[in-house]
């Protein structure tokens, strides 16, 4: 129930291309959807996060779309730049969860020249 | 504010040793995540703290694993003794009161156990 399903593990995508990841979960207390972006030797970053009061959210090249009634998300990088080659992990977390997110198993995206 | 800051940055040990990670979460920040991550099993959370408390430690692997927090900017993450298995990115995170400013991650330990 806590699970939250990330695929696919791995994208490799031409620059200038869509690079597309999506997650699903099961709990629907879950009420806030962030993703990190994760750089070779860094930890996490917060790139973006949804609530499902809003079916999409964007900011410059990224865009999460968000299906409450199918209990999945996705994110979309636009314009994939070779610099946006890294792991990204959705997550999702609840009020009174704690703050505790749950993570996705992480999509390895490279961004070919 | 530095951010969240880890050391050390690598550490390499040999088995049956003690190790301790230690953490410095943003000041005013509420909550302390302690995180595990490995190729096979991803980022596991291990423990985390609210207002110095322990609160969820569920996903402490063992008893060789221990956690503390004495005070609001200072945590360690303590293995005794440390194996092989237990080789992996150790990252601590935290966040304040608000879920809507995420987590800030630090730049992790990698602990290689030998």
């Known amino acids: 129930q806590q699970q939250v399903k990330q695929s696919p593990q791995s994208l490799i995508v031409q620059k200038g291309g869509i690079s597309i990841i999506n997650c699903a979960y099961e709990n629907t207390a879950f009420d806030y959807f962030p993703w990190y972006q994760q750089f070779p030797g860094k930890g996490p970053a917060l790139l973006i996060a949804?609530?499902?009061?809003?079916s999409e959210k964007k900011e410059g090249r990224f865009t999460i779309s968000f299906n409450k009634s199918a209990k999945q998300f996705s994110l979309h990088i636009m314009d994939s730049q070779p610099g946006d080659s890294a792991t990204y992990f959705c997550?999702?977390?609840?009020?009174?969860?704690?703050?505790?997110?749950?993570f996705g198993t992480g999509t390895q995206l490279k961004v070919e020249l | 504010d530095a951010g969240v800051i880890q050391s050390p940055r690598h550490e390499v040990t040999e088995m049956g040793q003690e190790v301790t990670l230690r953490c410095k979460p943003i000041?005013?920040?509420?909550?302390l995540f302690w995180y595990r991550q490995t190729m096979m099993r991803g980022l596991e959370l291990l423990i985390y703290?609210?207002?110095?408390?322990?609160?969820?430690d569920s996903g402490m692997p063992e008893d060789r694993f221990s956690a503390k927090m004495p005070n609001a900017s200072f945590s360690t993450l303590k293995i005794q003794p440390s194996e092989p298995r237990d080789s992996a990115v150790y990252f601590c995170?935290?966040?304040?009161?608000?879920?809507?400013?995420?987590?800030?991650f630090g730049s992790g330990t990698r602990l290689t156990v030998v």
């Open positions: 997550a999702a977390t609840y009020s009174g969860g704690g703050n505790k997110l749950t």
């Open positions: 703290f609210n207002n110095n408390v322990p609160i969820d």
């Open positions: 000041s005013g920040h509420d909550y």
């Open positions: 995170a935290s966040s304040p009161r608000s879920r809507g400013y995420g987590y800030t």
């Open positions: 949804i609530r499902p009061d809003v």
